[in-house]
C-alpha cells in the first residue's frame, strides 16, 4: 500500500516527504559509493558487490525487530 493511503491525514505530508527524501538521498549516495570503487577496473565490482551484501545483512537482521502491523 502507498504510504499515502495509509498515513493519517495530519502526517501524510511529512511521511510522503521524508519517504521520497530518503529515496532519492539513496540513489545518490550509491552512486557516489560506486563511482568510488568504480577506480579500481579489477576488483571495484567486488567491493560494490559486498557494500550492498553488508546493507543487505543488515535490513534482514533489524526487519525482524519490528512491530507487527495488524
Known amino acids: ?3 499515502a493511503e495509509c498515513a493519517p491525514s495530519h502526517q501524510r505530508g511529512k511521511l510522503v ?3 521520497n527524501i530518503f529515496i532519492t538521498g539513496g540513489q545518490f ?3 557516489i559509493v560506486a563511482g568510488i570503487f568504480s577506480y579500481d577496473y579489477n576488483n571495484g565490482w567486488r ?3 559486498s557494500y550492498f551484501l553488508l546493507f543487505k545483512n543488515l535490513f534482514h537482521i533489524k526487519k525482524n525487530n519490528l512491530p507487527v502491523l495488524n
Request: aromatic share 24%; glycine share 0%.
Open 17 to 19: 516527504t521524508t519517504n
Open 29 to 31: 549516495v550509491a552512486s
Open 1 to 3: 500500500m502507498y504510504i
Open 47 to 49: 567491493y560494490v558487490f
